[in-house]
């Protein structure tokens, strides 16, 4: 029996609202043999760790960012963490692949959602994305997704 590889990917994602997707895609990433390394940050638990996260990120051999209803808590820099994230992903030139929730209402946005707005125009037009409404389309999606990915790298275990 030939012995598959494992992959490391960094799921980026905002904490709160998206723990039930996160859980659904890491159970998703462990059946392909893909590991997650990637943490969303919690600002209640501690502070954000920028070297630990881009570490994380350059190990990685596939970049998945999840985005949800939130642009997620900032950055000094102006943008949110996360958004952060996707762009170190891209400057090293990672495989990214982007689920983006389709729920922004098209009038009268807050100020967190014309950031979020402009983050998915950013998103759609640099890397590879799909819309989803509902959690099952959003796994159906990393589903056929996942099994499409042929990636570089990976390792082998013992």
Partial sequence: MPVQKHYL??????AQGMEL???????MLARHQMINVGFAYCPEASAYDWDLVRSQIEKADLFILLLGDS?????PTG???????FVHAQTLGKPIVSFIKNALPEKNLSE???RLSG?????AQ????RLWHLRDELLSHVKSTLASQSL???WLPE
């Fill in 9 to 14: 990917v960094y799921l980026a994602s905002t």
């Fill in 21 to 27: 997707e996160r859980y659904e895609v890491e159970r």
């Fill in 71 to 75: 642009y997620g808590p900032m950055a």
């Fill in 79 to 85: 943008i949110s963490f996360l958004h952060r994230e």
């Fill in 112 to 114: 967190e959602q014309r």
């Fill in 119 to 123: 983050f998915h125009r950013v998103v």
């Fill in 126 to 129: 640099q890397s590879s994305y």
């Fill in 152 to 154: 570089e790298g990976g």
